[in-house]
Nanobody, 114 residues
Framework: QVQLVESGGGLVQPGGSLRLSCAAS????????MAWYRQAPGKQRELVAA???????DYADSVKGRFTISRNNVKNTVYLQMNDLKPEDTAVYYC????????WGQGTQVTVSS
């Protein structure tokens, strides 16, 4: 059974940092394109950052220079380091694993507010 479990969300003040983790089980992470998506209330789910099996990364324009995606295939875990957080980053963040089939985590809430 495939599971993606996100952690690391929470409440942070503007300008603060959070590190999200996505622990995968039931799949060999190394062959998957991994990504973080987010969905704010009333908005569509959007791609935040992605990293391929060849460690090629891609970012939404709104997070470039502030967020960094990385992966540890030994630990079967993907990370999203988020710096200089803004209120507009508030959303539920979802981990995604894609290789012929898409898998999704349950999501973790990130709230940026003073």
């Amino acid at each position: 059974q495939v599971q993606l479990v996100e952690s690391g969300g929470g409440l942070v003040q503007p300008g603060g940092s959070l590190r999200l983790s996505c622990a995968a089980s039931g799949i060999v992470l190394s062959i998957y394109r991994m990504a973080w998506y987010r969905q704010a209330p009333g908005k569509q789910r959007e791609l935040v950052a992605a990293i391929t099996s060849a460690i090629v990364t891609d970012y939404a324009d709104s997070v470039k220079g502030r967020f960094t995606i990385s992966r540890n295939n030994v630990k079967n875990t993907v990370y999203l380091q988020m710096n200089d957080l803004k209120p507009e980053d508030t959303a539920v963040y979802y981990c995604n694993a894609a290789y012929r089939i898409n898998y999704w985590g349950q999501g973790t809430q990130v709230t940026v507010s003073s």
